[in-house]
């Protein structure tokens, strides 16, 4: 029973300094609030301007995709040509390495020309 009359004095504390604060200026002028967002309706047709702008950020955005893809798979590109020229390397210096060591002084240097001891 004794937290009532602590509740009772925080509401009215409450009351109290809600009452006591004086009106700010929260809401706008009327004429300044309806230029606020856009003067139309959502209904309402778009203006030419209003369109040739929203077709030019359009046009706009589709230029940075492309050129952020383009830049992507270029870079991808490049990565595997690298990939494949250093495969390729190691593969010829395998190749190269198999030749030396099999190497039975014919040319050309093949297995079906080695005679048997």
């Known amino acids: 029973m004794s937290w009532r009359p602590v509740i009772l004095l925080s509401l009215l504390m409450a009351m109290v300094l809600l009452c ?6 929260i809401f706008m002028q009327e004429s300044d609030a309806s230029n ?3 003067r139309r309706g ?14 030019r950020q ?7 995709r492309r050129e952020y893809y383009e830049e992507q798979r270029n870079e991808f590109e490049n990565f595997v040509e690298e990939q494949r ?8 210096e395998a190749v190269e390495q198999w030749r030396q060591w099999h190497y039975d002084g014919l040319y050309p240097p093949y ?3 080695r005679h048997p001891i």
């Open 20 to 25: 006591s604060v004086k009106e700010k200026k």
């Open 36 to 38: 606020f967002l856009k």
């Open 42 to 55: 959502k209904r309402s047709p778009k203006s030419q301007d209003e369109v040739n702008a929203e077709n």
């Open 58 to 64: 359009k046009l706009r955005d589709d230029e940075l």
């Open 85 to 92: 020229d250093e495969q390729e390397e190691r593969t010829r």
């Open 111 to 113: 297995l079906y020309n």
